[in-house]
């Protein structure tokens, strides 16, 4: 099973992929879409989608989750990273793709068990959990691989709770 975790941000919208074989977790993907140097709204969201659409298209991930918004101090910051959080789970959706949303609280939460946990902290468990060489960078890449990962605890969960049942 492949995973596709997004970190969604306007300037910055960090993309991860891990791959789930039987007992084995490996990373198979991360980056970062940078769009600060491009001149405008429209065109920064053509590129988070363009380049969000090739790795579905190289990958061909049978899940995506992505960060859910949360309050900002400043609205304009949290209306920003909602139209990349839209583009981002059109261009999954589009593929067939199906969308899971998780918070930072809950993604820090499975990764550390700290829903207060630094972004350096995400990083190294990150890397720790992958068997990563190096940490993942940038950071939104780290906390993209994060959210893959919090989707593959919370599916365990899942299946768990339905054998129970």
Do not use: W
């Not at 049978?62 to 859910?68: L, N, Q, S």
């Amino acid at each position: 099973m492949v995973i596709l975790g997004i970190d969604p941000g306007l300037n910055a919208c960090g993309y991860g992929v891990i791959e789930l074989k039987r007992d084995s977790i490996r990373c198979i993907d991360f980056g970062c879409v940078q769009t600060k140097k491009l001149p405008n709204l429209s065109e920064k969201l053509k590129r988070i989608f363009d380049d969000l659409t090739n790795v579905i298209q190289t990958h061909n991930p049978h899940f995506c989750a992505i960060e859910d918004i949360f309050y900002h101090e400043n609205i304009n910051t949290a209306i920003m990273m909602g139209h990349a959080r839209g583009v981002a789970i059109l261009a999954a959706r589009q593929a067939g793709i199906e969308v899971f949303e998780y918070t930072p609280r809950e993604i820090k939460m499975s990764i550390t068990g700290n829903g207060g946990a630094s972004k350096q902290q995400i990083q190294s468990m990150i890397q720790n959990l992958l068997n990563l060489q190096k940490p993942p960078t940038p950071y939104d890449a780290s906390d993209a691989l994060a959210v893959a990962l919090c989707h593959h605890h919370r599916n365990k969960f899942r299946l768990i709770e339905t054998a129970i049942k």
